[in-house]
């Protein structure tokens, strides 16, 4: 089931880089801009993690913190934040329940095979643990920045 704007977000524990557990709650005075992307060091995937680097002290200075999702491996998200220099932390999904619980997982075609994968999605999340804003099907370009808007604009 997909979450939408206005909708409670659903909360979840799951480990994360820098050998921590980290669940939404650890977020609570803050408002949390929450990607999920398909795979670590892939083309898209890697500008899009640049992206969210450029503007983080921007988002800090908004109230925000960051974090990625995807079905990675720790050690394989420990190589991809240090390699990009990301001040932000990844959490791996490998079983699928943060990815299942926002809904993003879907039917996906590539060469002729379809395939369950993650629809690159964003989720900006309030003190109050609703989602204030929510993009699926992300395009990487400039997105960044409509997140940076979307988070300055939360009063």
């Not at 977020?27 to 995937?45: A, H, K, M, Q």
């Not at 204030?132 to 939360?154: C, E, F, N």
Request: aromatic share 10%; with cysteine.
């Amino acid at each position: 089931m997909a979450v939408e704007p206005n909708d409670r977000a659903p909360d979840f524990k799951a480990p994360a880089t820098g050998d921590q557990r980290l669940s939404l709650s650890d977020f609570s005075d803050r408002i949390l801009v929450l990607y999920f992307y398909p795979r670590d060091n892939t083309p898209g995937c890697t500008q899009e993690g640049q992206g969210f680097r450029d503007i983080y002290p921007a988002l800090q200075q908004a109230g925000a913190d960051v974090l990625g999702v995807s079905r990675d491996s720790l050690r394989k998200h420990e190589n991809f934040r240090t390699k990009h220099a990301f001040p932000f932390d990844l959490i791996s999904d490998t079983d699928e329940r943060v990815c299942k619980a926002y809904g993003v997982l879907k039917e996906k075609n590539m060469y002729g095979r379809t395939h369950i994968g993650i629809e690159r999605s964003t989720f900006v999340i309030d003190t109050h643990g609703i989602i204030r804003y929510a993009w699926r099907g992300v395009k990487v370009a400039d997105h960044a920045q409509d997140v940076l808007q979307a988070v300055t604009a939360i009063d």
